[in-house]
T-cell receptor, first 110, second 116 residues
């Protein structure tokens, strides 16, 4: 069974701080996605990365795909309370199904 | 356009009962996948349907089943409920089957099942 390990599991920070969330696997992904899930809602896609070494930016969020396509990171600059939620990475090892990571629960205090 | 709709949102059952959950995908989407979300195991893939055919299945016992109708609406059924089946069941739709890995999954708000 493929596993996607995310770290840290929980993160509690003050508004304005920076943070990085990691997603690691022992297998090579064909593609990787990051989702954010807020309480009472389903996950919402933030980004998809496909190429090793790829970096994508979404406002204050920076996503990086490892050169070997086995890991990814999400960096948030100047976190805001609206960034609070569960961050999930999801990797595809073939074209058929998506495996979700263990999740990082982020709480940003004003 | 309307998003993915799941019903019911909340339900309580007792051990041994069975439950059916419903999912209406975004109009025009033909692929529906189901996930189980629990605090301990996270989001786990149950199965995926495309054009009324199950295309993929996760590692769940046969008590978990599903189907898809000609209008792309999907149902999943869990028989002989166990306490460990308590979870949030999420449905996601996507435009095409092969889209699941690089395309976007649109999730519903989920059906929260509690088994007593």
């Amino acid at each position: 069974t493929q596993l996607l390990e995310q770290s840290p599991q929980f993160l509690s920070i003050q508004e304005g701080e920076n943070l990085t969330v990691y997603c690691n696997s022992s297998s090579v992904f064909s593609s990787l996605q990051w989702y954010r899930q807020e309480p009472g809602e389903g996950p919402v896609l933030l980004v998809t990365v496909v190429t090793g070494g790829e970096v994508k930016k979404l406002k204050r969020l920076t996503f990086q795909f490892g050169d070997a396509r086995k890991d990814s990171s999400l960096h948030i600059t100047a976190a805001q309370p609206g960034d609070t939620g569960l961050y999930l990475c999801a990797g595809s090892y073939n074209t058929d199904k998506l495996i979700f990571g263990t999740g990082t629960r982020l709480q940003v205090f004003p | 356009k309307a998003g993915v709709t799941q019903t019911p949102r909340y339900l309580i059952k007792t051990r041994g009962q069975q439950v059916t959950l419903s999912c209406s995908p975004i109009s025009g989407h033909r692929s529906v996948s189901w996930y189980q979300q629990t605090p301990g195991q996270g989001l786990q893939f149950l199965f995926e349907y495309f054009s009324e055919t199950q295309r993929n299945k996760g590692n769940f016992p046969g008590r978990f089943s599903g189907r898809q109708f000609s209008n792309s609406r999907s149902e999943m059924n869990v028989s002989t409920l166990e306490l460990g089946d308590s979870a949030l069941y999420l449905c996601a739709s996507s435009l095409l089957f092969r889209d699941i890995s690089t395309g976007e999954l649109f999730f519903g708000e989920g059906s929260r099942l509690t088994v007593l």
